[in-house]
């Protein structure tokens, strides 16, 4: 039941890495993860039926499943070694090298062999042998079981590292739409403001002109450069007009007045 909740447990985190596009080293580590459970559950089950065919005899039965148990064992620690994260691989590591857990791993060889070549144990019928050979088991277990948590606590800080990254990035791109909304809303006002400014001095100018008044300061050509072109053809057109209501009084008054010999502006 254990195994099945773990199983399942599993699978649903698995499908939500899948789901949320995780990086390929989160799968990689719940790879790893599974392999190492997987490991750990045959693991048991070798000892136990390795211990069971020792004590009571052994079946065909329970020799094929100690074989499934020893290949999928060998199997599945080829695979998920490899996977494993810098504690994994450090538990696996002290696994490999402890002396208990190595005399241990070769009495469950030891033991298959002789089952597989049709002999009795060597270990059965010894009360004392067999304790001392068993006596590493815990400890073989433990280590594996070590292997284990040390996965699962890499696949958390993993997990951990891509949630801290993911709420920086986060962070960082709430920072800099922040930053250019308000460049834009800075460039915006700036620009209505160069717009705004020339157009309401041509409005001016323009009203003046409507009125009458043709002795106008030039506007500044400023501007965007339409506004700038603008204000410099509305500077040339006012200083005609001024030019042309000189000539005007000018040729009423006296049509020998020296402003009449003044050329006129543009064409």
Do not use: C
């Not at 010894?126 to 699962?152: E, M, N, Q, S």
């Not at 962070?171 to 705004?196: C, E, H, K, N, Y």
């Amino acid at each position: 039941e254990l195994e099945e909740a773990w199983a399942a447990r599993v699978r649903a985190h698995t499908a939500r890495a899948l789901q949320d596009d995780l990086p390929g080293a989160v799968q990689v580590r719940f790879q790893a993860l599974t392999g190492a459970f997987i490991v750990l559950t045959s693991a048991a089950d070798r000892a136990l039926l390795t211990e069971v065919a020792i004590t009571r005899g052994t079946t065909p039965e329970l020799l094929s499943r100690l074989v499934d148990a020893t290949g999928a064992y060998r199997t599945l620690v080829d695979a998920f070694v490899p996977r494993l994260g810098p504690k994994g691989q450090a538990a696996w590591e002290a696994l490999v090298a402890d002396p208990a857990t190595a005399r241990f791993q070769t009495v469950l060889e030891t033991t298959l062999e002789e089952l597989l070549a049709g002999e009795t144990p060597s270990l059965a019928g010894d009360p004392y042998t067999f304790g001392t050979a068993f006596i590493d088991g815990p400890r073989w277990a433990k280590a594996l079981d070590a292997t284990a948590t040390a996965a699962a606590d890499d696949l958390t800080d993993l997990a951990a590292k891509h949630a801290r990254d993911a709420t920086r990035a986060v962070r960082t791109q709430i920072a800099l739409t922040v930053v250019v909304a308000a460049l834009s809303l800075v460039a915006a006002l700036a620009l209505g403001r160069s717009v705004s400014r020339p157009a309401r001095r041509l409005s001016g100018a323009a009203h003046q002109i409507q009125e009458g008044r043709f002795a106008l300061e030039p506007l500044p050509e400023t501007g965007p450069r339409e506004l700038a072109h603008t204000a410099r053809a509305f500077n040339e057109m006012t200083s005609t007009l001024a030019a042309v209501e000189r000539h005007a009084v000018a040729l009423a008054d006296d049509v020998d007045d020296p402003v009449l010999r003044e050329e006129l502006p543009g064409r």
